[in-house]
């Protein structure tokens, strides 16, 4: 098995699982049915294309900067009829960085590799408006586990998050993973957590999606940025008695 390590980064994010209709919220964290959706536009599948070898990938991610949720309001016109559409609300993460990660066949998750660097469609995050600000490729690890590749890559955070953490030599990261061997999750311990955004089908004409489970972890990296609160550290004052002036009483009262 092997394992590619994902980067996921730009002004905005947007990771639905549950999002229809007007109100289209965004999760926490990449979901699998986004990040495999990427990667099949990036092979040049269309929606109908069958997608159960990518589906069959063991997912996981890490949150390296969780961003903020932002709301866009939306109004909208047919453009054949003229009539008003729903108003819709779109949720979105702004300013996030995300390392996600897919276990697998070698082969499969070489050629997936080689199309994110010459993808056929243009990737996006989550939403076509959407678009990544830095590569989407990091790396290929060979015999090793998800846990493992996701906690060898380094702290990839925007310099001002990690400047604004300079105080913190090291930071725990949250990983979200398929429970494996490498997660130490058994059976006895339960489903975990669940989310449906397992792919069956993209097709538009019938989207299927089916549940899976997501065990918690954590992770801790270094911070490169750490360091002494030098450019915007509290300016040092000067002393100040202001009993200094004043000349003491002898204790006999004379």
């Keep these: 098995m092997s394992v590619l390590t994902l980067q996921l980064a730009g002004p905005l994010q947007s990771w ?6 007007a109100r289209r919220t965004t999760e926490s964290a990449p979901t699998k049915s ?17 997608v159960s070898d ?14 903020t949720r932002v709301r866009d309001f939306q109004t909208a016109h047919h453009a054949d009829t003229g009539r008003s559409m729903p108003v819709s609300g779109r949720f979105y993460l702004s300013d996030a960085v995300f390392v996600a990660a897919v276990e697998g066949d ?26 990544p600000s830095r590569p989407v490729d990091l790396g290929l690890y060979d015999g090793v586990g998800l846990a493992e590749a996701l906690a060898a890559e380094e702290w990839r955070a925007s310099d001002w ?28 311990d339960g489903p975990g957590d669940t989310m449906r955004d397992q ?3 993209f097709d538009v004409r019938h989207r299927r999606y089916a549940l899976r489970d997501v065990v918690s972890r954590s992770v801790t990296l270094p911070n490169p940025q750490a360091g002494p ?12 008695d202001p009993t ?11």
Excluded: K, W
């Design 106 to 131: 070698p082969e499969l998750l070489g050629r997936v590799r080689s199309a994110l660097r010459a993808p056929v469609f243009l990737p996006f995050l989550g939403r076509r408006s959407c678009p």
């Design 16 to 21: 639905g699982a549950s999002a229809r209709f």
């Design 229 to 240: 609160m030098a450019g915007n550290s509290r300016p040092s004052f000067p002393s100040h």
């Design 34 to 50: 986004g990040v495999l959706g990427l990667l099949a536009a990036a092979l040049g599948r269309t929606r109908d294309a069958d």
């Design 54 to 67: 990518l589906a069959g990938l063991r997912f996981g991610v890490r949150i390296d900067q969780p961003g």
């Design 244 to 254: 200094a002036h004043l000349d003491p009483l002898p204790r006999d009262g004379s």
């Design 161 to 188: 998050y990690q400047r604004r953490r300079r105080r913190d030599a090291e930071v725990e990261l949250t990983l979200l993973l398929e429970p494996g061997p490498d997660t130490g999750h058994h059976a006895d």
């Design 199 to 201: 792919p069956i089908s």
